[in-house]
């Protein structure tokens, strides 16, 4: 990694500045722990993908209504790399900007963001509370279930999947992985 790319450290004191909810917060570290686990499973940069997922929703507790363009002004204005902030911006395509996801990278946070929320969902109404025995098909089953976890919109997951040419169920199965490493970290562990 170039010397200009902030260290996770200044990523994460930089999301706490701009976001005090838990909630968000634990979405970042699902989203960064996804993240990284797609990087190794493309062979690319760990470092770099697990920042770009820290730091994706920078602006969406105090700027939601400009989410992604209030998060570029902030990442320039402390000097972040290029690739890392056009890949921040890319995961609002069709939403909130015209930056469509072009690399890896970008195809990858476009697909799991939103599907990181049904995940949470999931594992939260399972007697376990956790990550560590949620299955594929369990997510599959909720996912028919429009009502369940309505907020999550489950065509822009589809739109990613069809990006990075994967099948949903690896894309559910990979997210659960990456986010079973930071299962601790965003309270759903378990019980047991």
Known sequence: MSPNVPTRQQALALLKTYNKSESLIKHALAVE????YMARKYGEDEEKWGLVGLIHDL????????????TEEILRQNDWPEEIIRAVISHGWGICTDVRPEST???????IDELTGLVVTT??????KSLL???TKSVKKKWKDKRFAAGVNRSIIEKGAAMLGVEL????NDTIMGMREVAEQIGLKGEG
């Open 59 to 70: 602006d969406y507790e105090q700027f939601p209504e400009q989410h992604c363009k209030k």
């Open 123 to 128: 594992a939260l109404v399972r007697p376990s």
């Open 133 to 135: 025995d949620l299955k």
């Open 105 to 111: 990278m970008e195809k990858v946070l476009y697909a």
């Open 33 to 36: 722990g996804v993240m990284r």
């Open 169 to 172: 169920p690896e894309l559910i």
